[in-house]
């Protein structure tokens, strides 16, 4: 299923007023704009229907989507700098990360470099005993449209506004990618091995599912400016129900992958929405993706974290300047590891 969506127009600038950034352009209250929930159309589901999906390409983009009904809804996005939100409890947080940076544009320059960078943070933020670092995504909407790719690497990617509110992982692609992990890797993958090696040692992947594993990307802008246009946004994850989620298929050349859409409902109303205006290129933002303890789907109540993951989305801020640059960021993909 697929629709048109009506066109929105944006508040007139007056009224956008009470949503513009302090005078020392690090402040703002909340701002407002279009987040894409799926309709009652599509139905919901914790396990796979093989209705709702995408074939993504070897480089990383996807085709049209099937089974989906995309609403944009205008929401109240509220500035999450100084909150004290954390991974465990919320889903998400930012951190100060200053360190010498490379070109991110070079595909080499950031697997062989910058992974091990992120995989020193996550080890450091959360506590881990062993983070892996397998993937990673540029986007930028203009270069996206200019066909560009990484040196070496797949394509520029777009910010995800319409593609709509999302988690990357489920209850069953979550345990299914660190057994993938395991092997060698396919051409679906970016960072690889040595012929017959994996990132994660084959007779340790059985154990490490029954102790605690978390999905966490490193999101960060990078470029010399602020990010102005089309921010990332993440729910707070204690306003979320599992009750409105919606399985995607991501159909590779070798693999089926699945994520999480969410419908909008009653409970969708309730959801609590931030984002960190004017993230630097040394500031980062984690973000939980799944977490194995997550009380949603764990079974060891009294062991379990509150966040389980965080929606997010890219989002169209309606307070954004016609002329604000072009958000050019980059995530990371990490599986964290924990001691019993």
């Given at each position: 299923m697929t629709m048109a969506l009506p066109l929105?127009?944006?508040?007139?600038?007056q009224s956008l007023k009470r949503f513009a950034v302090a005078s020392n352009l690090k402040r703002c209250v909340s701002t407002r704009g279009l987040l894409y929930y799926q309709s009652d159309k599509v139905p919901r589901s914790v396990r796979s229907?093989?209705?709702?999906?995408?074939?993504?390409?070897?480089?990383?983009?996807?085709g049209e989507f099937f089974g989906v009904d995309p609403v944009p809804v205008e929401v109240e996005i509220h500035d999450g700098?100084?909150?004290g939100f954390t991974l465990d409890s919320n889903g998400f947080c930012l951190h100060r990360h200053d360190w010498r940076h490379v070109n991110y544009y070079d595909n080499d320059a950031v697997v062989q470099t910058y992974y091990s960078e992120c995989e020193a943070l996550v080890r450091s933020v959360s506590g881990a005993s062993k983070v892996v670092a397998f993937d990673h995504n540029l986007r930028a909407k203009e270069r996206k449209q200019a066909g560009d790719s990484l040196e070496g690497g797949n394509a520029v990617q777009e910010p995800l506004i319409t593609y709509g509110v999302?988690?990357?992982?489920?209850?069953?692609?979550?345990p299914q990618r660190v057994r993938q992990l395991s092997r060698p890797p396919n051409k679906n993958d970016t960072r690889q091995c040595p012929p017959g090696e994996s990132l994660i040692p084959p007779t340790d992947v059985e154990a490490l599912l029954q102790g605690r594993?978390?999905?966490?990307?490193?999101?960060?802008?990078?470029?010399?400016?602020?990010?102005e246009?089309?921010?990332l946004a993440a729910c707070d994850a204690q306003s979320v129900s599992v009750d409105d989620l919606v399985v995607f298929e991501i159909r590779y050349a070798d693999r089926v992958g699945e994520n999480y859409f969410v419908g909008q409902s009653g409970n969708s109303a309730k959801?609590?929405?931030?984002?960190?205006p004017r993230?630097?290129?040394d500031e980062v933002m984690l973000l939980k993706c799944w977490d194995s303890r997550g009380r949603d789907f764990s079974e060891g109540a009294a062991s379990s974290a509150p966040a389980t993951f965080s929606l997010h989305s890219a989002f169209d801020d309606f307070a954004t300047l016609p002329s604000a640059p072009d958000r050019e960021s980059i995530e990371v993909r990490t599986v964290a590891f924990f001691d019993s």
């Open positions: 929105l127009r944006r508040p007139a600038a229907t093989g209705l709702v999906g995408t074939n993504r390409d070897l480089l990383g983009s996807d700098r100084e909150k999302h988690n990357d992982y489920t209850m069953t692609s979550a594993y978390v999905f966490i990307n490193v999101w960060r802008n990078i470029t010399d400016r602020p990010v246009r089309f921010p959801h609590r929405w931030y984002y960190f993230m630097t290129k």
